[in-house]
């Protein structure tokens, strides 16, 4: 295909002022894309060249992007940088220069996804001595043919700044359009029961409403795949050549990350073993959570958010080659830095300093971590995420060795709220974070948060039980002092997968010191745009909008209705945070990890219930 139309396409999503949009064109575009070439169009609107899972460095420094801009187009670089300083951005420097070549090339052809993706990935894996040389080489090979609105996009790659604004729940849904006609056509029961459903609820819309639930239908099938192999380019080849009947060869692989399940919360012990009945009750460990798999010889470690970890942590490669007693598993363990001598954690402070690409050995040395095991969800050939937690648990326990570096998180079984509270204190004192309780008879539920894992950590007096990860979706100049960091307030919000939006839960102001606010200042005017981006709602407008990418912790005094913030939106108020205060970066959650609405609004529930209680027990006193 013509990377011309790709970029047509680029260009109008870039543009698109609502998700239903973005989706419509999305599922243009892919329809009009061939099976074969379907993954490296979803990489690249996901602003990558490879799944998330393979540890692909595009990195390509700006001056020698400059570098190449000069070359093809005949003007000095210092022109070029000069009109980098007007506008901030290299994909339309790209495109002005291309616009106004005044050197005539002299081979041009005309560019396809093919070759401007084969091209970006040599950029991205030539390394050594020259590689530099040969990366602007490689980008002046594509702007020498590129038109102006290719520069652009193909120039946003390498220097990691094409961000669309497309996220993962956008392109499973436009293929949920694309498929729906296929699939009315291929489950009539169903669809027949869903129409009948609606001719009696609803007779006015079922036409849109019928669209509605086939397209929800056909999304759940494909993410249900999307948990287990967080792939989307290969998973858009296999809808592509077979339709949903494709979605049947996906099964679990070591190498392919699966999408971890996540933990409710509640408030209390008596309410979690109200919940629960008898169950597993698991020290909470503030570290990383990290899921590893292991095929023979070879072990792989995964992020939260599927991001290839491997090189970062050797000495858990090492440890696991030796006490993992399978030939093929997979499994999940949150990882801490532990002081040897002092026989404690390390608070996560330390921790996280062991996520760093640089430097691996000489602090792999100062900060060893354990890895504290706790699901096991494949084992020699087989998927165990339909075994119950407790059947998983056992062989989890079989497989592991005993050895200095991988262990089992510390658990215990329980039907009482009391001993369920001195565990909890337990690991409170020896400085762990909380507890986590499970339950015994649940399945594995890849990418989802449901009742099966319950958290509860250590509560605050006069402040809500937890803090709440926010993502940053744009920021205020500020007025009098703060004028001059250039950044007065920060405005926040938390993530509705359901509608892939973010929505408004905060204004920060307070809470800042001034290097916190120059680090931000410098961190968010490099991504700051004018444009609203289309995947937040908000009713409020910052100076500047910033694609949501950085999540901050925040803690609060508690969970109010609000007329203004979107978090929970009911058509006339939401939900917001009181007295908001910034308490530290969450570098190693991505955007789309950070709280999302449906937890703000169970806190909020929670909250409402716990001040009853609190005002009944006063009111009896
Ligand atoms: P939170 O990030 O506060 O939602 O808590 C859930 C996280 O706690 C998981 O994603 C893990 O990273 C971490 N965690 C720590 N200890 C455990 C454990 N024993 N079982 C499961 N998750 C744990």
Known sequence: MHFEILAGYFEKIEAASSRLEMTALLAELFEKIPAKEIDKAIYLCQGRLAPLFEALEIGMGEKFVMEAIARTSGFERKEVEKKFKEVGDLGLVAQEFASKKRQKALFKEDLTLEKVFANLKKIATASGIGSQ??????????????????????????????????????????????????????????????????????????????????????????????????????????????????????????????????????????????????????????????????????????????????EMFPDIVEAVKKQIKAKEAIFEGEALAFNEEAEEFYPFQVTIQRKRKYEVKEKTEEFPLRLFCFDLLFLNGKSLMNLAFKERRKKLEEIIEKGKVVELTKSIITDSPKELERFFEKSISSGLEGIIAKDLEAKYIAGARKFAWIKLKRSYKGELQDSIDCAILGYFEGKGQRAEFGLGALLVGVFNPKKDQFETIAKIGTGMSEERMKELEKMLSKIKQKKKPVMVSSNLEPDYWVMPEFVIEVRADEITKSPIHTCNWNGSEGLALRFPRLISMRRDKKAEECTHSSEVKRMFENQKKQSTESFGKEGNA
């Open 133 to 310: 040389d040969l990366k602007i080489k490689l980008l002046a090979e594509l702007l020498n043919s590129a038109k102006p609105l290719e520069a652009k996009f193909i120039t946003r790659v390498p220097i990691g700044n094409l961000r669309l604004g497309v996220g993962d729940p956008t392109i499973m849904d436009a293929f949920a359009k694309i498929l729906a006609f296929e699939f009315a056509k291929e489950n009539k029961k169903e669809t027949e029961k869903i129409e009948k459903e609606l001719k009696e609820k609803n007779p006015e819309k079922r036409k849109e409403e019928l669209e509605r639930k086939t397209r929800q239908k056909i999304r759940e099938k494909i993410e249900e795949k999307y948990n287990i192999h967080s792939d989307l380019g290969s998973i858009a080849q296999l809808l592509k050549e077979h339709g949903l009947k494709g979605m049947e060869k996906i099964e679990i692989t070591p190498g392919i990350p699966i999408r971890p399940t996540l933990a409710e919360r509640l408030a209390s012990a008596e309410e979690i073993i109200k919940k629960l009945g008898k169950c597993a009750v698991e020290s909470k460990y503030d570290g990383f959570r990290l899921g590893v798999h292991k095929k023979n010889g070879q072990v792989w470690i995964f992020s939260r958010h599927s991001e290839n970890m491997t």
